[in-house]
């Protein structure tokens, strides 16, 4: 009787041990991973932007003057104006957009045109300069760029340009003349590239550098009344701007989406 206990219990010893052996066993508890939201550049923006220009500006005379040395010089200043653009967020990152932009330009440069016997200018109120300034800049551009994370893009950017310039010398031929100046609008192409960061769902600035070719334009200086050319027809200069820009942004940005947050 004994013996027949003791296999009992031990049977039903074995059999519990396999039944657990074949239960499921509860996995351990895993932290989701989190979900990164894409931030969304699609949208309007406007925006201030200042800046930078250096570049060179040469010109050949023409007319009456087409036989005096052509002049280069070397054109610097200041930027300070407005943008507004519409980007489309395409997904997976790429961003497509189109900008214009319109700056007060400070970009101004000389030369000395001295013709007398001497050492050429040397302070004289009566020294001759050719004188040149972009008095204001505009492009219009198509961009084309990535979201290397939420709130960095990156992009290139080319399309049209056009800038306001004048051309001026004073005392052309003797101390009595007057200043002779024409302005014109010259209008060219541009490409650069930049980068923007998104600080807030609204806010963002970027940093950004364009090269701009305004092209070639004639100006006449006719009509300026100096005695010694009176009649010897037109006179003037054909002359190009070519300009590096630097120049940074603080845009707001209308409708888009915060910058972004996991969520679990």
Request: charged letters at 15%; one cysteine or more.
């Amino acid at each position: 009787m004994f013996k027949t206990l003791l296999a009992t219990t031990a049977l039903c010893l074995v059999s519990a041990a396999g039944l657990a052996a074949d239960l499921p066993r509860r996995a351990a508890a895993v932290a989701p991973a989190p979900v990164f939201v894409s931030s969304n550049w699609g949208g309007l923006y406007v925006g201030v932007v200042g800046g930078y220009a250096w570049g060179k500006s040469n010109s050949a005379p023409t007319g009456a003057i087409a036989g005096e040395a052509g002049q280069e010089l070397d054109l610097k200043g200041a930027l300070v104006g407005a943008q507004a653009g519409y980007d489309f967020d395409m997904g997976n990152g790429l961003v497509l957009g189109g900008v214009a932009d319109l700056s007060w330009s400070g970009a101004k440069g000389k030369s000395c045109v001295e013709t007398n016997n001497g050492p050429g200018c040397t302070s004289d109120p009566d020294d001759s300069y050719a004188r040149g300034s972009v008095k204001w800049l505009s492009t219009l551009r198509a961009k084309a760029g990535f979201a290397i994370t939420k709130d960095i893009l990156l992009y290139g950017t080319a399309g049209l340009a056009a800038g306001g310039g004048r051309s001026s010398v004073s005392f052309l031929t003797s101390s009595s003349d007057p200043l002779v100046s024409d302005k014109r609008t010259h209008y060219g192409w541009t490409v650069g590239a930049g980068a923007e960061y998104r600080l807030t769902q609204s806010i963002s600035v970027g940093a950004e550098y364009l090269y701009a070719d305004l092209g070639k334009k004639g100006y006449d200086y006719t009509n300026a009344g100096v005695t010694d050319l009176a009649s010897a027809g037109a006179y003037g200069v054909r002359a190009d701007a070519k300009l590096h820009i630097v120049r940074a942004s603080l845009n707001y940005r209308f409708g888009g989406s915060a910058p972004v947050v996991a969520r679990y």
